[in-house]
């Protein structure tokens, strides 16, 4: 699997590659609608800057494409912090006799 954001000026959004020994399947997740004419030069510069570079053999190249927002990025290292931060240590619960 690959994943590469796609930049010129400013970010279009996210691709992740997979390659199989038949095809090669990708998903393009834009962060704002393209024209159709666009949409399809992008694609092309994927296939020919990420898939056709990497010099394996395929049918077809096989794109979904979605229009969506970045709502955030996490990690374990994330979870790992959030979950340290929500460990109470507060023992007043605990009563002594």
């Not at 691709?15 to 962060?31: N, P, Q, S």
């Amino acid at each position: 699997m690959q994943g590469n954001n796609l930049q010129s000026n400013n970010r279009l959004g996210t691709v992740d590659i997979h390659f199989t020994t038949t095809a090669v399947h990708g998903t393009l997740i834009l962060e704002r609608e393209l024209e159709e004419a666009d949409l399809t030069k992008l694609i092309e510069q994927i296939d020919e800057d990420l898939v056709l570079s990497a010099d394996m053999p395929r049918d077809d190249f096989l794109v979904s494409v979605y229009v969506g927002k970045d709502v955030g990025f996490y990690s374990d290292e994330y979870f790992a912090e959030e979950n340290s931060d929500s460990l109470d240590f507060d023992d007043d619960d605990d009563q002594s006799i």
